[in-house]
């Protein structure tokens, strides 16, 4: 009996030492000025990124092997995307220190305090290593992982600060405005529901549902609505002029607030769509074009951008977030500035399959 109990002993400690060498390993991914990132890292970003555009649903060949117009599957965009991501996670570790930037004590606890709760809600260490076996990784590489993105963060932080090495200066900012902001201005004609308004064409607000009143259109009603947009774009293609019947029809109740119209960046797709966001890039000033939503009929015209917008008070909701995402978009060329210089191990990096790669699911 104790021979047995030695010889199954032997066995466990073989299993373990197994587990812990193929989760310990250190081969190199990715390296950056003597920065290095593993391969089990590389693994869990693959999951971790590949989690934030697929499902179990539609994680499958099918997927994987449509392509895109310019004949990229979508196998190799997520590849491409990954490689980016991880290239950024190495530079921002070499910036780290080139910056003279530091955890402090309280960011490596928090670190650890993360950790410990995904122990605590595993049971054990070891139920936990086997959840992020994986990802090829565990506690240690996880700790690893979370140390370099917190080090990418405070590089980020850092180089956006007030005197920061790129801080947003006002002639950066308005030469992002410039670029990438298109003016769009509305005719808006309500095809499926009303605001309800009262005997002064004010807006009624309904205190119980905390929103202004609707009124749904019949049938009837509908059709003269797309009638009179039809109308509408008859008499702007007859030299009309936009604005005078703007001010006859518009049903737009922000109308009052947003006097220059609207402006449209690509970062607005949750915003206006992507069908009002791709017209605004696509047209040129002075064009007009008719869009419905199904709720609402769009007659729109680009007009040409005015000064400063973001800096009215009347826009300052619109522009709420023009700074951080001009702070994205610099920080995204200044990678890119960077990144060739990246080494890739491709013998190692291959070994990651974008369609086996795990879920995350812990």
């Known amino acids: 009996m104790k021979k047995f109990r030695v010889i199954a002993l032997i066995l466990c400690l073989a299993v373990c030492i197994g587990m812990m060498a193929s989760c310990g390993k250190t081969e190199t991914a990715m390296e950056y000025h003597g920065k290095k990132i593993s391969g089990n890292m ?8 590949k989690s934030s555009y697929v499902s179990s649903e539609n994680d499958n060949d099918a997927y994987w092997d449509t392509k895109y117009s310019n004949g990229q599957t979508y196998e190799d965009k997520l590849r491409q995307i990954v490689d980016y991501n991880v290239k950024v996670n190495v ?8 910056l003279g930037l ?12 993360a950790i410990d709760d995904l122990v605590s809600a595993y049971g054990s260490k070891s139920a936990l290593n086997k959840a992020l076996s994986a990802y090829d990784i565990n506690y240690d590489i996880l700790k690893d992982i979370y140390t370099v993105e917190l080090k990418v963060t405070k590089v980020y932080n850092a180089l956006y600060a007030e005197g920061g090495a790129r801080e947003i200066t006002d002639e950066i900012l308005e030469r992002y405005y410039l670029d990438n902001y298109a003016r769009i201005d509305f005719i ?13 064409g004010k807006l009624v607000f309904d205190d119980e549902a905390n929103s202004y009143k609707k009124q749904e259109l019949t049938d009837e009603e509908t059709a003269k609505k797309n009638a009179l947009a039809d109308d509408i774009m008859k008499k702007l293609e007859n030299g009309e002029n936009f604005d005078e019947l703007k001010a006859s029809y518009n049903e737009d109740p922000q109308a009052d607030v947003y006097k220059d119209g609207y402006f449209i960046s690509s970062n607005d797709i949750n915003v206006f769509g ?6 605004s890039q696509e047209m040129k000033i002075g064009e007009v074009k008719k869009y419905d939503d199904g709720n609402i009929i769009y007659i729109m015209k680009r007009k040409e951008l005015t000064d400063k917008p973001y800096a009215s008070e009347y826009y300052l909701d619109m522009f709420e977030y023009i700074v951080d995402y001009c702070e994205q978009d610099d920080f995204s060329d200044y ?16 070994n990651y399959s974008v369609r086996k790669a795990k879920l995350m699911n812990y």
Do not use: G
């Open 91 to 98: 530079v921002c570790s070499f910036l780290f220190d080139q």
């Open 42 to 49: 590389y693994s869990y970003w693959l999951s971790q990124i």
């Open 335 to 350: 990678m890119n500035s960077l990144i060739d210089d990246v080494k890739v191990k491709e013998d190692i990096t291959s």
């Open 274 to 279: 992507a069908e009002i966001v791709l017209a």
């Open 188 to 200: 808006m004609i309500y095809d499926e529901m009303v605001y309800v308004r009262d005997e002064n």
């Open 102 to 113: 530091k955890l402090t004590a309280e960011e490596k606890k928090e670190i650890n305090t």
